[in-house]
Each structure stands twice: as C-alpha cells, then as structure tokens.
C-alpha cells in the first residue's frame, strides 16, 4: 500500500500521509490540508468519514461486528471479568493484578461519600425532573466540593480525581432514583462489591435488611461492562472536547452526560421501551411501526436499531438478548415485552429497507428489557447506561490529556450573506 493520498486541485497535487493503525485501518492525514492546498478544508457532517483522534482505548469493526477493550473481546470481558477490573483496564490499559484491583477499589471506597450538601441540592429539583438532567447537574456540581483543578501530568493527582468519580457516582446516580420514589438517600458499605453496591443504594427498602440476588449481580456487571465504552461515539467525544479546553474531568464528564441523554443516543435504551409498550398497547401491531419507521415523513424511527459505525449485528445486542432470556428465567418474570421486541426484531431483519440499509438490533435494544425486569424505572435506564459508561469516559478524557491533543475547534464552510454595508431603520 502506498504511504501517501494525492488530492488534486485545480491541476495541482497535493500529498497527504496515509496512517495506519494496527488493526490495518487507513487514515489520511490531512493535518497539512488547509496549509498546502492554499485553504482547503474537508466537510463531514456527523464526522461519518473523519477520525478524531489516534486512540489505543477501544476497537470496533462494524463491518464484522468486533467490540474489543485494550484488545480484550466484549465476549471473554463479560464473560469472565467484573466491572471494575474492566474499569481499570480501560483506563490504565491493562488487566489489574490482585493486588492493584484490591487497591483499586479500597481507593474508591475511600471516596464512595458526598457532601452532606449534595442533598440540599437533590431536594431542590422536582420529582418530575428527569434523572438524567438531575445527574448531569450533581456531577458538575461535584466540582464545587472538589475544586482542586486536576494536574493530568501528576499520576497522583490523575488517580486521585479518578478513585472519587468512581466512589461518588454510583451515589448519584442510587439517590437521583431514589430521590423520584420518595426514598432515604442511603449508602452502601464497604464490605459489598461495588456491584451489590449499586444494588442496595438503589433498592434497599428503609425496614428491611437488603438481601443480595446473584442474579441482578451478575446481570448488572454484565450490562455495566456491555456498556464501558465505545470508541468515540457522540457523549465519548463531547467528553474529549470539553476537556480539550482543559476543562476538569467531573465538568466534562456532565457533559457527557447530557449528550448521553439523547434519544439517538443512549437516550434510546428509554425510547425502545417505550416505543415496545406502545406496540403492545396497540395490540402488537408491529407492521404499523415498521411503516411508520420507513415514511420519510414521519420523524418516527425504530428505537434500538441502525448504529453509526455497526452495519452487523451490534456484539452487545447478542450478548444482551441472551442475558434478557437468563435474567427473565431465573427470576421468573413472564415479560410479554420481550416477545414484542423478538418479533419486530424478526420482522426488521427480513425487511428489504432494514436490511438494505444494514440496520440491526444495537446496545439499546433488549437492555431495557433486563433493567425492567431489574425493577429499574423506565426513565433510569439512560442513567445506568452512563454508569457503565464513565470508565470508558474517564478513559478517553485521560488519554486525550495524556497526549497533549489541541483543544478541538473545527472549521466550517461558510455559506451565508457575503459582504453588505449596514442598512439604517429607514431603509429597511
Ligand atoms: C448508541 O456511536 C456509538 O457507538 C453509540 C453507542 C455507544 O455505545 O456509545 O453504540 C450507543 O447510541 C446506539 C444507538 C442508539 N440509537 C438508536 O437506537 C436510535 C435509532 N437509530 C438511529 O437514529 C440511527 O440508526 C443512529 C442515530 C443510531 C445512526 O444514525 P446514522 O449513522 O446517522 O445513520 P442515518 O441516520 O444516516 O441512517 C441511514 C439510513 C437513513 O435512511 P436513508 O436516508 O438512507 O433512506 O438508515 C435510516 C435513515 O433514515 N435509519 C433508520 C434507522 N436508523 C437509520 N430508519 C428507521 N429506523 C432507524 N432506527
């Protein structure tokens, strides 16, 4: 393969570097582009075609449907790991030693406390607002009760601001569910995994003992680490361009948050379900749904299907359908939801539109399906997408950091008024 792309502009060539990555991906490097072409830029909407950045975090190929972390595939982490050795190995990009994990977590544990203060601002937001709005608000607000500016090239400093996002968020996200029931903001204990941690700050009731179901345990961790990263999605890279202004890790991080919140997004893991009720609602008439996701005219899309870069099945949709089947059986749960979403999904596949345009069932699909079943309400689900998310966040705030990038400033193609002198009230 040549080392280098030839543009041609108005009789002249230009020579832009090819790159390639080590699983054989072909960049051109058009760093060069605007100097040497005299102004040229390049235009891609959505960044459809455009890399933002060299990372060594997480590969994906959409065309085979690979999903792997620092070269692990999603199918052993799932499998064989728990969330925080993924965890640590998406941020410090390794596999963590007994020791270093053991570390690790007691680190988080020191700091799996908020500021007292944190409540006074929970109370002040109503118990209609949306999770995720809430979240967003308490991880930026963390800010003020940690207002130490994190100094990325000091590891200590680095490690520090990581073990307290990662002992403090699973308390946010616990009492902004619990705040919307009505519930005691309660804390976990140190004697649990950070999993069962998860589980009882949510679900412990105020007079009873809270007794830890392996399944749920072993359910949450899987979606957890389904869910730890994915390359530069849309919240992943709002993270990395926020922190490009050296903006701290816990304000980026709320950024994300809310580009997360999107129902395009992970806002969609909401929208699937309640787009499955409304199917079952209309007696399961899923042919409607299908037209309707097909009318050009009609904003209406197919919740949890089509992926930016998957055009195969997403790995995590397979591996989540699967749990969805162990989950309901194991706790017995008869969900006539999960047999609507099989049968859109069956019915998708085999639709000339679908499968022309390579759209597959993606993360979103079924996870809403377990969440449920979980006794997760509807309106949390994109919360605990971004509790499985914030390795995977920190991860690529860290290495952006760690590589000194420039802050992110695209350019545009202007395409409005050219040059016109003022005109005064009289003449207008
Ligand atoms: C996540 O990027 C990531 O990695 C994200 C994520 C992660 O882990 O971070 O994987 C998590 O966000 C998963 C995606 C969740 N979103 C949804 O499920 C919402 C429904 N899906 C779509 O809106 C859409 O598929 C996107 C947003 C996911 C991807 O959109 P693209 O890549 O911009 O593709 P597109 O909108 O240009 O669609 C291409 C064609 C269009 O039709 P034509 O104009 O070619 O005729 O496919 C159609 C679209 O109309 N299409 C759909 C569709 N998705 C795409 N038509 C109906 N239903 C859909 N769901």
């Given at each position: 393969m040549s080392d280098k792309a030839i543009v041609e502009i108005d009789g002249n060539k230009h020579e832009l570097p090819l790159i390639k990555g080590t699983e054989n991906e072909v960049a051109i490097d058009i760093k060069a582009l605007r100097s040497s072409t005299g102004g040229a830029i390049t235009i891609d909407p959505g960044y459809k075609n455009t890399g933002s950045c060299e990372s060594a975090i997480t590969f994906l190929d959409g065309e085979k449907g690979i999903l792997r972390y620092r070269g692990y595939s999603i199918e052993e982490l799932a499998e064989k790991a728990s969330f925080l050795e993924v965890a640590y190995l998406l941020i410090f990009g390794e596999l963590p030693t007994g020791e270093e994990l053991d570390k690790f977590y007691t680190d988080i544990k020191s700091h799996a406390v908020v500021d007292e203060d944190v409540k006074k601002i929970i109370d002040a937001f109503p118990k209609a607002a949306h999770p995720m709005g809430v979240l967003s608000s308490l991880t930026s607000a963390l800010t003020a009760f940690n207002p130490s500016t994190v100094d990325v090239r000091n590891n200590d400093e680095m490690y520090n601001a990581i073990v307290k996002i990662l002992g403090k968020f699973p308390v946010l996200v616990a009492w902004t569910m619990r705040k919307k029931q009505g519930l005691p903001l309660i804390y976990g204990d140190d004697n649990l995994s950070y999993v069962e941690n998860v589980l009882k700050m949510m679900f412990k009731s105020p007079n009873s003992e809270y007794e830890q179901n392996p399944v749920l345990i072993d359910a949450l961790n899987k979606l957890l680490i389904l869910h730890a990263d994915h390359e530069q999605n849309c919240s992943a890279s709002t993270v990395r361009i926020t922190g490009s202004s050296h903006a701290g890790l816990f304000v980026s991080l709320s950024a994300g948050i809310s580009a997360l919140w999107g129902p395009l997004h992970g806002g969609a893991n909401q929208a699937v379900l309640e787009m499955l009720e409304a199917i079952k609602e209309d007696g399961g008439d899923t042919k409607k749904y299908m037209a309707k996701a097909k009318d050009k005219e009609d904003p209406f899309r197919l919740m949890g299907f089509g992926h930016r870069v998957y055009k195969n099945f997403d790995?995590?949709?397979?591996?989540?359908?699967?749990?969805?089947?162990?989950?309901?059986?194991?706790?017995?749960?008869?969900?006539?939801?999960?047999?609507?979403?099989?049968?859109?999904?069956?019915?998708?596949?085999?639709?000339?539109?679908?499968?022309?345009?390579?759209?597959?069932?993606?993360?979103?699909?079924?996870?809403?399906?377990?969440y449920r079943a979980m006794g997760i309400p509807v309106e949390m689900f994109t919360v605990m997408f971004a509790l499985g998310r914030l390795p995977g966040w920190i991860a690529q705030w860290r290495e952006m950091r760690l590589r000194k990038e420039p802050i992110g400033r695209p350019r545009q193609l202007y395409v409005g008024e050219t040059y016109r002198p003022f005109k005064s009230l009289s003449e207008r």
């Open positions: 790995p995590r949709a397979r591996i989540i359908k699967k749990a969805a089947d162990e989950v309901l059986g194991d706790l017995g749960i008869e969900d006539p939801i999960l047999d609507v979403a099989k049968g859109l999904e069956k019915e998708a596949l085999e639709d000339q539109y679908f499968v022309d345009r390579k759209l597959y069932p993606n993360v979103d699909f079924y996870s809403g399906i377990i």
